[in-house]
């Protein structure tokens, strides 16, 4: 086991993925320094070992430490005094989970990019080897880390709105309206195909995140859902729009629309919520504020750090009010959450109060989400029981 | 008949319904006003003949052209030599069919409020009235009146935006998250009435103009729909809430929102389309800019009469741009449409080139929309075919 | 004088100005109409008889109320029985001294577009001529007639938000970026033509706005100014760009700009003030909106008949929230105002409480200010007193 | 001298300020960190030795490198083998002279915080000190890191506007609406006293990045300025409001509005540049959108590297356009284009192309212009000639 003695400032942080050519591992990296939490030390940065050799380089890895295999780094790692103690997976879906696996039977903390894995099979395997797992694991549903989307959990959660009615949610994209996979162009291949994305398309990549989003600021409990998916581009192997409806177990109803096929829009994630008592609406794109609509009185704009702000957003904000943070900071507090747990982990403490992270529950909730809306649709837009598929 | 030899410059117009307290009558009448098109001479304005020589006198309207029963408007006007030659019918929805038959018999121009009836079976029977009668039959579905919602459905009848895949549409309002109509507030009271709103709540009032908004614009047919219907707030007999998948003949696929219990909302109706080479986007609180969003290229913010208004926009809008037009005049374009085919009616001639205005047929698919929305949700959310009852 | 003892509902209004081709006349005479307070029933449209008399047949005037000459019209529409009680004067600035001349001092109220004149000493003698009539003066400054500008002057003479520090108003457009004066464009014409607009350009035609709006909504008084304007459009001879810093008697400061060489702004109109414990701001091309911010509490989005909405903007507004009113019916609200005014004199009663409308005070001081500007400009910018312009 | 023989990725940077309780500090220590270029390694963080090494031990810095002042910082750092290549000064206002000194005259690169100096005589001093240097002299005029500024830039110099006409930029805020520094709050406290500031209160703190942004952006060389400056809040010894108009060498005009009273304004610093064929808006609170608009045609939102982002643009942007990039990113990115610079400096090469960022002459220039305006306002408002402050 890695030797945690000296305590260290820093975690030592490993990648699995994330060489040149692909964004994410990019936006991993500069989430894990923003707050000076992580030391990137190791990785598996691509699929064999001279071309991870040459990312570590990039990075400031040293060359002993690149691997060209997860497992041979997992077991390596392990192994070493001083070797990582926590690991990003950031490679396409369909390897999340033997990845994952590897690191976490060595007691090793997973950081893992959404969704889950790219089967329901494997996600279920994911969570029993997280459970078994002494290692905490950290789902980068990113989008929960903004100081706005806090704000907004926290004031549905003390009861500001009301019983809650009402949950639309969206997140429409344009980058796929034509069939850029046969470009050639990385990113868009690996996400429309089904052997390294799964089941979904739109629905894995986007409306995953859209689904945990409204979960996480709800705290609704999703209890069926009826879906009409399509594949509007000529030969997209996967959905590129999805419609849905869904019922919660409260009673509460909601909307959920994901597109990649949506000209104008770039990353329109938006929220919105209704209660009795009053709403709240907010949008990725400017993420520094949040509409608070009180029932008869006017609209509030609510701002990041602002006159209004409350416990929950201020403590993952880093600037006054008006300088705005993006996603870069949004992620980042995804890693800074989980780096207050790790510590708190290494010191055999409980989690610290008020640290929120997405898990591995919530990473079978989003493959359950895929698989139930592909099978509503397949089924002719039936109404599906999502108890059915998240579970296991 | 009427006698219009003269050819007066202004129409001879009634009024069923919009007496003191009603709230759409009064709408009618400055839409009527502005563009100088109409005159009010007559009126059933009131279910008693004292309520409605009061309503008249408020009016100007002359007291012995106050009627207290709309059947003996119809009979008495018809036989007068300058009688009304139209009539604007702003009563609750039970009465649009009984009311407008008796015009419509006699060759008196209907202008109707929405939705057409409080019955799919009354809406196919007021259609065949309508059809039988020499008589124009003119729905104010208002916000089809509005400049940048011409030129959006310009913009796609000429194939601007490509092939149409997606319509998202929706109306939300707040009005009604309390039990407003206990309170004997009179527009709560009959819209959320059975007996005079007929079987939709929020579907009839407001999501049938959200339906016929995106329907006119896209110019797309419904084929089937999927519906899921609620009444949130205790003791409510109509719906105020709907969520609506839609599946259209072409292969396009839609969202419909409709909502009274969304706090923050006023009159929040938006729609947005999305094709193959590009988007549009529109909401009714700010109706002089539509969004163009061409695909691959930045947004733009087309204005009412700015800098790239089109034929379309430019006849139904009256003053220079960035000098907001609003509800009243998209309302009074409905008016002035229909002043034009009623003047070429008179003269015998064919209605001109680029008139525009919902008609029957609007009519009975809105109520049908209704129909069939109720309808799904009673079956559990299933989808049905919009054939079976937009038919007759 | 005219027998106004039959006390019709309807004033009864004449237009100087207005023919075919005018741009403003129009819009006073939708004004005119939106309420129903006025019936159009004489004009000198032109100033030829033939023009005037072609104009009249497309409003429904007599033919024998069509004048060629304001002189004549006012001579003879003084001694008819059933004569005008009002006239709106819409011709370009140079004659509106002469024409308002005529009407008053046969006591018929006027109503006059702005600037008051073309020149500061026509605008004394203005204001000389109408305190010595009997009759009303109103100037049509239309902006002051937007119910959340009404709301605005409410809640700051209310204190609302405390001693107010600073004034921030801008009008920009960007019709007059090139030189369409020469292209032979009416409204261009006549509008840098130094003999029929006066001293000044953009200060005359859009500055008086803006400057009579802050002090409609602020209640300041200026005290000092300092001006720099241009002409950049080679050619022009008025200034198409004025900037002006401003010293209020208070104490308080602002900043006024006018541009018509501004790309992309139509007619963008911004209100900005701040006092000691909160702030408005308000665009004219979104006027439904006023953001109220009060200090140390989020900014709050008010809105027309909103949930926030006061005695002082409800007055002078027709529909319900969320259904935009615009333009039109901010100028038929001056009208309105103008007709309660009217209709009281009439009766001999004073003008009832809470009838507001700009007068001849607001023409001086607009013409004042016009030529203030333009004074403190030629003399490098230098600080001017107002009071030296502001009398008489 | 340093030995940079091993050319490491990262440079080795040392901090002057920036201790507990400091906001600047961590500020440029984020920055320094996002893109991976800088390794902060020593520091006079606070005035004495003992809460420096405090501070060092909360960043992680060697408690021998933590200096209680940063004369003895600048020798000792300059005499280690691996002493530090750059400084970062972030103290208030009136010691970046002495400091910058110290580390200039050692040849060791200094980023700087803004304004340069509190007097304009240090400000001369410190801008032959640089000159008289090998070292390179950044300061932190953040806001020019914004990618859409850059955009902005470019697209001014390539002539995309024509030429430019109007400048009309402002910075507002609202946090010293009341006498915070009377209360102890530490920012407040330095901020208003003119020992450590300098003659400039909201001129200094904000005016000067307005002042600079525009400058940046337009291109344009201010000519002469007329200043009206006020202390609205009673016992403030510094300007809290600034109006300015502004004359450009080339005949542009433009005005200038800083205050920190203006309540609902956290960091509201917008910019518009209006050219002969189009015009430019941008706000620093929504800073990934750039409207453009081109005369004659509909506005344009261009976004972060969106359908029309520009090399200039892009290239100091990470991540897809709609995953919003903010504050902290545009301050990385003047320390990543001064990571540029400084690692062509140790190869002896030329700056690279492309690589910009604000240097002393921008540093002299803003301390000419707060110290203009102060004359200015003291003369009455008068105007002065730049070109008297900006030299030396």
Redesign the interface.
């Known amino acids: 086991m890695n030797d945690l003695s000296n305590q260290p ?2 975690i030592r942080l490993g990648m699995v993925g994330g060489g040149r050519d692909a ?1 994410i591992g ?2 991993h ?2 989430a894990a ?4 939490r992580y030391e990137l030390l190791a990785g598996a940065f691509s699929s064999t070992p001279e071309k991870s050799k040459a990312s570590a380089a990039d990075l ?1 890895v040293a060359a002993d430490r690149a691997y060209g295999d997860y497992a041979e780094m997992a077991k390596r790692e392990a192994r070493l005094k001083t070797g990582i103690e926590a690991v990003a997976i950031v490679t396409p879906n369909h390897l999340h989970y033997p990845a994952a696996r590897e690191f976490l039977k060595r007691g090793i903390h997973v950081i893992c990019d959404k969704p889950l894995t790219s089967t329901l099979s494997d996600a279920r395997k994911l969570k029993k080897a997280a459970e078994a797992s002494g290692a905490l694991f950290v789902l980068t549903h990113n989008y929960t880390g903004y100081p706005m989307i806090r704000q907004a959990r926290e004031m549905i959660a003390s009861g500001e709105l009301g019983r809650i ?2 949950v ?1 949610v ?1 997140y429409a ?2 980058w796929l ?2 069939n850029l996979e046969e470009t050639g162009q990385k990113q868009a291949g690996w996400r429309t195909d089904p052997a390294r994305s799964g089941l979904g398309g739109s629905t894995g990549d986007i409306g995953t995140h859209a689904f945990n989003l409204a979960s996480f600021v709800s705290g609704l409990e999703l209890a069926e859902l ?1 879906a ?1 998916l ?1 594949s ?1 581009v000529e030969g997209r192997q996967l959905d590129d ?1 999805g ?1 849905v ?1 869904m ?1 919660f177990s409260s009673g509460a ?3 959920l ?1 994901c ?1 990649q ?8 994630l938006k929220l ?1 919520i ?6 709240l ?1 907010w949008a ?5 504020y949040l ?13 990041r750090n ?3 702000a409350t416990a929950a957003g201020r403590r993952v904000s ?12 949004g992620f980042a507090n995804i890693y800074s959450e989980a780096a207050e747990a790790i510590i708190a982990h290494r010191n055999g403490n409980p989690r610290p109060e008020g640290v929120v992270f997405p898990g591995i529950e919530d990473g079978l909730a989003g493959v359950a989400f895929v698989t139930a809306c592909v099978d509503s649709s397949k089924r ?2 039936a ?1 599906v029981k999502f108890g059915n598929y998240n579970k296991g």
């Open positions: 400032r820093r964004f990019g936006v990296r500069i320094r923003i707050d000076d400031g009615r009402l639309q969206e994209q344009d309206s034509e009826c009409d399509d509007f729009n419609h409806l019922r109803k909601g909307m629309w597109s096929v949506a000209p104008g829009n770039e990353n329109a919105r209704y209660g009795e008592k009053g709403g609406e990725q794109e400017d993420p520094n509409w608070h609509t009180p029932l008869g009185q006017p609209k509030r704009l609510l701002t602002g006159a209004a880093r600037i006054p009010g008006g300088h705005p943070e993006g996603y870069l900071e002719g837009g109404w």
